[in-house]
């Protein structure tokens, strides 16, 4: 019993370490990439014959170094986590994690910088699993334990969100509880999440949802029991609203899953390989650039313009179609980038579509649309990652809104048998059997 409570002990520091570490590299991740995201729209603003040349060497450039860094280190390759699943499993092996972390870093930063769509969220966990696979290698202590430790704090640093990082280790990648992955995974994920707060600020990564709080119709506005406080207004109605959200983003969410798979058989097929697997998706970030720039880059700010900017309805088609197809077109190839933040888009996407619909039709008022958004991100993760109590937590945490569990978990839940009944895989275990 001592050895147990001592070599927890030992987990606990050993998750401290793992938190801070972790908790640095994602900080830096994140304000570069979010200094691209500023810096971006700038640039193709107003281009000239010189800026469009110079665009061009810049991305093929960035194609060529892409190739080469996933040519010198296969890990590089994609969002890291399906590997990190494989490592759990006993079917794969993390080697050099420093130079995977150095590498990926800067690929990472040229790819997604210059407009790719991809998320930064998977390449966080990855980035945390290095460093508890690092750490593991110098204490001796089970490598799955800190691995798992790390791999929560990458998602708790890149979102704020330290509940999310131990559920999705949890739920998604180790699926299975001990006290000790709690007590290390715990310990990382707040840590990491702290660290960055100090440069940040308690500041999840959908802004505007924090700034300005959700606009709920008043049949919600019931203080300690949520909808169904008000059984006698309409319930049924409210509760159909919401089922309704989540087969539809279920059904979506599992087209999306498919076809995201489908993306990387067609490059294989067609035998792209090499400089030319990146240089569509980069060539195409210069008319995008142009036209619809709002596509480019992770998403986030993209949910936030699509609260603040009130999008009509064919321009929110448009971006749902643009963001949907051009991940589809990036994430085929490869590239070092997740699919977190592009999904939460793409999902927050089609909560606004469901609510224009709705609106149209006189189910429900405007002032639905912004909760629609919201819980469209939770059952859209739900059904693509199959991870709904996850999803529920994360938009939680991302959004600052804690007083909607039980509507969340509606939406996330009929999300996740909307897809599990159209045949809809969780996309990081499809990706592990696919490799």
Not at 250 to 259: C, E, K, N, V, W
Request: proline share 4%; aromatic share 12%.
């Amino acid at each position: 019993m001592a050895n147990r409570r001592f070599y927890r002990l030992r987990l606990f520091f050993e998750g401290l370490l793992i938190g801070i570490f972790t908790g640095v590299i994602v900080t830096a991740l994140r304000i570069l990439l979010d200094a691209a995201d500023i810096l971006r729209p700038l640039w193709f603003h107003n281009l000239s014959a010189e800026k469009i040349f110079l665009t061009l060497i810049t991305l093929i450039f960035v194609a060529i170094f892409l190739a080469h860094a996933i040519a010198f280190d296969k890990q590089v390759a994609g969002s890291g986590i399906p590997q990190i699943k494989g490592m759990l499993q006993g079917a794969a092996t993390m080697y050099k994690p420093l130079r995977l972390i150095f590498i990926k870093f800067a690929t990472v930063i040229l790819g997604i910088g210059a407009g790719l769509s991809l998320g930064r969220a998977g390449i966080a966990v990855q980035f945390g699993a290095c460093v508890g696979n690092f750490f593991s290698k110098k204490s001796h202590i089970e490598g799955d334990i800190l691995l798992t430790a790390g791999a929560g704090a990458g998602l708790a640093a890149v979102f704020n969100a330290p509940l999310a990082g131990v559920i999705f280790c949890i739920e998604e990648l180790h699926k299975k509880f001990s006290p000790e992955i709690l007590v290390a995974t715990l310990t990382a994920s707040i840590t990491a999440s702290a660290v960055t707060e100090l440069i940040f600020g308690v500041r999840p990564i959908f802004e505007t949802i924090t700034a300005q709080p959700l606009t709920v119709p008043e049949i919600l506005k019931v203080p300690t029991l949520g909808i169904f406080a008000e059984m006698s207004a309409a319930p049924l109605k409210i509760f159909f609203y919401f089922v309704l959200l989540g087969i539809f983003l279920g059904i979506l969410g599992a087209m999306f899953t498919r076809t995201m798979l489908i993306s990387l058989d067609v490059y294989d097929k067609l035998k792209i390989f090499g400089v030319k697997r990146f240089l569509l998706p980069l060539l195409l970030i210069l008319p995008l650039g142009v036209m619809l720039p709002q596509i480019l880059g992770c998403g986030n700010v993209l949910v936030d313009d699509l609260l603040n900017a009130q999008f009509n309805s064919s321009m929110t088609i448009i971006l749902f179609l643009g963001k949907w197809l051009f991940t589809l077109i990036c994430f085929g190839t490869g590239a070092a980038g997740g699919v977190f933040l592009p999904l939460l888009t793409v999902g927050a996407l089609g909560g606004k579509i469901f609510a224009d619909i709705g609106a149209s039709l006189g189910f429900f008022s405007a002032e639905w649309t912004t909760l629609l958004i919201v819980f469209g991100m939770a059952a859209f993760f739900a059904a693509v990652v199959k991870a709904p109590v996850t999803g529920c937590l994360l938009i939680m945490e991302t959004t600052g809104q804690f007083s909607y569990l039980l509507t969340l978990t509606i939406v996330s839940g009929a999300a996740f048998m909307a897809a599990d009944i159209c045949g809809g895989k969780p996309i990081f275990s499809a990706l592990l059997n696919r490799k």
